[in-house]
Nanobody
Framework: VQLVESGGGSVQSGGSLRLSCAASGDFVGIYAMGWHRQAPGKQRELVAAISTSGTTKYADSVKGRFTISRVNAENMVYLEMNSLKSEDTAVYYC??????????WGKGTLVTVSS
């Protein structure tokens, strides 16, 4: 399984970005997918995840601002990020796998939010 993220960049506080993750490989269509992030000096944390049926979950810190979605036919997952804050600055990683072991990871894309 290969995951390739895109869409990161620099934005001012209050702005928006849309991250994309292209997945390829066996069984991708039946995997849960998600986004994690890791800020400098901090542990990697879950941002959002989505099951094959579309059930979503979010970190409390992004609820109401971020939206995760997927297009199964295209093996794509997206993260729409609105009302960005400086504390959202991090490397964002796409991951995928069975819901009990989402062990496939992309290389990440950097999001920088300036105040």
């Amino acid at each position: 399984v290969q995951l390739v993220e895109s869409g990161g960049g620099s934005v001012q506080s209050g702005g928006s970005l849309r991250l994309s993750c292209a997945a390829s490989g066996d069984f991708v269509g039946i995997y849960a997918m998600g986004w994690h992030r890791q800020a400098p000096g901090k542990q990697r944390e879950l941002v959002a995840a989505i099951s094959t049926s579309g059930t979503t979950k979010y970190a409390d810190s992004v609820k109401g601002r971020f939206t995760i979605s997927r297009v199964n036919a295209e093996n794509m997952v997206y993260l729409e990020m609105n009302s960005l804050k400086s504390e959202d600055t991090a490397v964002y990683y796409c991951n995928a796998g069975p819901e009990y072991a989402m062990d496939y990871w992309g290389k990440g894309t950097l999001v920088t939010v300036s105040s």
